[in-house]
């Protein structure tokens, strides 16, 4: 999910900088992202995902969810 939206006060001079939400801030279970991959969430689809996100963090959820 990208969420955008400009902060409430602008920090000094100059274009307001926007700001940009993945979902990878939250926390998320293996079951989650298999289905983000569009996979059931099969022992063996899980089994993958809880491998990808230990070994990636946060990265594989922004590499998944666009």
């Known amino acids: 999910m990208t969420d955008f939206h400009e902060p409430?006060?602008?920090?000094?001079?100059?274009?307001?900088q926007p700001v940009f939400r993945t979902g990878a801030?939250?926390?998320?279970?293996?079951?989650?992202?298999?289905i983000a991959h569009?996979?059931?969430?099969?022992?063996?689809?899980?089994?993958?995902?809880?491998r990808?996100?230990?070994e990636e963090g946060p990265a594989a959820i922004e590499k998944t969810v666009p």
Not at 8 to 16: D, H, I, L, S
Not at 38 to 50: F, I, K, L, S
């Open 52 to 54: 990808e996100l230990e």
């Open 8 to 16: 409430e006060e602008a920090e000094g001079p100059g274009p307001r």
């Open 25 to 34: 801030e939250q926390p998320w279970d293996p079951e989650d992202l298999a």
């Open 38 to 50: 569009g996979q059931d969430p099969t022992p063996r689809n899980v089994e993958r995902a809880r």
